[in-house]
């Protein structure tokens, strides 16, 4: 338990970590610069212009859109809005939640008049949540009792249905967010409840059946994003039953996922639902945010560092790999070998021919409206409270903390860093007076030889744990990590590799043009066309490939072709067999293959600085 952070009331399990209010943690450094730059982009744009998020909208008393596209917004916007300080997203933000406020009628219900589907109502809960965190605003604790009274009285007969069934857990985080707050016991009655009429999403992957392509009957089971909100359900369903398969359930969520339809970029495929392992297959955007959101909740409840681990890696590389370098604009789907970006048929289990085109709304708006929460909660969820009132670094960042710990001292904390571009990270206390707390920082599965120096002496540190420093803390003292981060390849489709530094991915570096293809501004449609070869086979030793890793430094802008702050050179020869099908790059060769062209200097760069991309190699003889 923490004293100072809400962690979960008997007869709930202990979790291992307490969530810290939102704005505890602030966004420094390269991190900050990539949230002004999400402000100054579709997030801030959107409302000008996207009738979904107009002022007609039924989330602001209007007869627009009514469902799920203003809470989808108002999750990424709130916590935006307030690491950023930005007083312009901050009026915005009081506007939409002054309208859900004053929106309850007498029976509980709030929102929309004609809203009948409890999952959008989830969805608005965690807005609210974060907007008490925030500000303090008790109106939502009595929104939310009052809404959770009239749900219910009405379950027993309004079941929750469709898109609720297999979306049950994000209710449930909120029932459970409010239990902790006010100890009534009829909460948990009511989370029990929401878990009864959901989906059993720890069955569903205990007893795992989708291990190929879906290519016929398409059940919520399968979708993408319902199984990147699906992954944190076992956690959920162990807080509310203790049972060791449902602990473990989330472990084995990844590993099935990853074992059958897994990518180079710690994600799962699914356009729109299961697309197996084939590096062409996408995955729709609203899946990388909701995966990242499922992972912070499941590392404060289960305190698994593997879980950070995968956390970083998504945020690194497969969260900004799906949008324009200014944010203006993002797919719907991304693939790791993306070599065209164009409205043509592809080989998509069931979505359209737009689905990868950068623009405002590819296939459907869900992806435009539910984005915005990947890097702000990202940025809000770094540090996280320890049960010994301490603190633990569960993902790096360059970020400052403000928190409470042991005896009621408050602590500030500065992480400078260049990670995950970089391999040290400086971490400077800021203390009134000295003060006894633990320090958990987790480090990395990947880092072989990680070390952390503690006013000058340095300590070696075991991968894939939590490295704990309990100590007396002095005003001005310093920890430094370093993670060595070796060149790695690692096995993928068809016995292709990918190269790995870190948590970072790399991919080859493919001359990009952009050509407007429709719509209007601040926000059109762009496809992408290469402009030099991508069909390349690498010459590297898969166990010790011995690359030069060239550091170009971070700038303002990162996540472009042209800004890659790290970059690869190794050596390959094109494959002139391997060329285009179904305006997709045709099937990866199986490795090892042979190539009798001219051996070339070849740049490898981010995966999230590359819009174009060969992400899965061909791997040559040597």
Same mark, same amino acid.
């Given at each position: ?5 809400? #962690?979960?009331r ?5 979790s ?9 943690v &602030?966004?420094a450094?390269?991190l900050?610069?990539?949230?002004r ?13 996207w009738? #979904? ?21 108002? =999750? ?8 950023l ?17 004053? #929106? ?13 589907d ?8 965690k807005v +609210?949540?974060?907007? $008490?965190?925030?500000t ?5 604790? %009595?929104?939310?009792?009052r809404?959770?009274?009239y749900m &219910?009285g009405?379950?027993?007969?309004? $079941?929750?249905h ?11 985080l ?14 948990? =009655? +009511? ?5 009864g ?9 205990w007893d795992?059946?989708?291990t190929? &392509?879906?290519?016929?009957?398409f059940?919520?089971? %399968?979708?993408?994003?319902n199984?990147?909100m !699906? ?5 959920v369903?162990?807080?509310? %039953?203790?049972w ?24 799962f495929?699914?356009?729109? $639902? ?8 996408? %995955?729709?955007?609203?899946?990388? @945010? ?12 289960l305190?698994d560092?593997?879980? !950070? ?6 945020a ?23 070599? /065209?970006?164009t ?6 289990t ?21 984005f915005?929460?990947?890097?702000p909660?990202?940025?809000a ?17 360059p970020? *400052?903390?403000?928190?409470m710990?042991?005896d ?8 400078e860093?260049?990670y995950p ?17 633990p ?25 894939g744990t ?5 100590? @007396?803390? &002095? ?6 990590l370093?993670?060595?981060?070796? @060149? ?14 870190g948590?970072?991915?790399?991919? /080859? ?19 992408v ?13 898969? =166990? ?5 890793v ?14 890659a702050?790290?970059? /690869? ?6 494959i002139?067999e ?15 293959v ?5 051996? *070339? ?8 600085c590359?819009? +174009? ?8 003889e040597?």
């Open positions: 338990m923490n004293s100072f952070h809400a #962690s979960p008997k007869p709930l399990p202990p291992q970590f307490a969530f810290l209010p939102l704005g505890a &602030k966004p450094g390269w900050r610069r990539q949230l730059i999400q402000a100054e982009g579709q997030t801030g744009l959107l409302p000008e212009f009738e #979904s998020l107009g002022p007609n909208s039924g989330w602001l008393g209007g007869t627009g859109e009514s469902w799920e596209r203003g809470p989808y917004y108002l =999750d990424g916007l709130v916590p935006l809005a307030y690491l300080d930005d007083e312009k997203l901050k009026a915005r933000v009081s506007q939409w939640l002054e309208w859900m406020l004053g #929106s309850q009628d007498a029976f509980g219900h709030f929102g929309p008049k004609s809203l009948n409890w999952w959008p109502f989830a969805v608005a809960l +609210l949540t974060q907007y $008490h965190e925030a303090g605003d008790e109106r939502v604790i %009595t929104l939310m009792k809404f959770f009274d &219910k009405e379950l027993g007969h309004n $079941h929750m469709s898109w609720a069934i297999v979306r049950w857990a994000d209710m449930a909120s029932i459970i967010w409010l239990y902790n707050r006010t100890g009534d016991a009829g909460l948990l =009655d +009511l989370a029990n409840m929401v878990r009429q959901g989906h059993d999403w720890s069955w569903h992957f795992f059946a989708h190929e &392509k879906q290519t016929k009957n059940p919520m089971r %399968t979708h993408v994003v199984n990147a !699906g992954v944190k359900a076992p956690g369903q162990y807080l509310l %039953t203790g060791e398969e449902h602990r473990q359930g989330a472990e084995r969520a990844m590993w099935v996922l990853d074992k059958y339809h897994g990518t180079a970029a710690g994600i495929t699914g356009d729109e $639902h299961y697309a197996g392992k084939d590096p062409i297959q996408g %995955t729709e955007v609203c899946a990388v @945010v909701e995966y990242m959101f499922s992972l912070e909740n499941l590392i404060q409840i305190g560092p593997a879980m !950070g681990d995968r956390l970083e890696k998504i690194f590389n497969a969260l900004p790999g799906t949008f324009s370098a200014d944010m203006k604009a993002h797919q719907y789907d991304q693939q790791a070998n993306q070599v /065209l970006c409205i043509e048929p592809r080989p998509w069931n979505n359209n021919m737009d689905s990868n085109v950068f623009g405002l709304e590819p296939q459907y708006g869900c992806c435009t409206a539910n915005h929460q990947g890097w909660k990202f940025a969820n770094l540090w996280m409270a320890t049960a010994g009132d301490g603190l633990a670094a569960v993902a790096y960042a970020c *400052e903390l403000a928190a710990v042991r009621g001292r408050r602590v500030g904390v500065k992480v860093t260049d571009f970089d391999e040290t990270i400086r971490i400077t206390l800021h203390l009134p007076q000295e003060s006894a707390f320090l958990k920082l987790r480090i990395p599965g990947w880092a072989e030889g990680a070390t952390v120096t503690v006013c000058g002496e340095i300590l070696s540190a075991l991968p939590f490295h704990t420093l309990d100590r @007396v803390w &002095k005003d001005g003292e310093t920890i430094e370093h993670f060595p981060m070796k @060149v790695r390849a690692e096995r993928r489709y068809r016995d292709s590799i990918t190269l790995t530094r948590p970072l991915v790399y991919s /080859l570096k493919i001359g990009e043009r952009w050509e407007r293809v429709r719509g209007e501004d601040p926000c059109p449609d762009y496809a066309y290469p402009t030099t070869p991508w069909n390349y086979g690498l010459l590297v030793d898969p =166990d010790d490939p011995r690359v030069e060239v550091k170009k430094g971070v700038g303002d802008v990162i996540y472009g072709p042209d800004f702050p790290v970059e /690869l050179r190794v050596k390959g020869r094109r002139p391997w060329g285009m099908q179904d305006n997709c790059s045709g099937p990866v060769p199986e490795s090892p042979t190539s009798s062209e001219p051996l *070339e200097d070849l740049t490898l760069i981010p995966y999230g590359a819009k +174009l991309r060969i992400t899965e190699f061909p791997l040559l040597g």
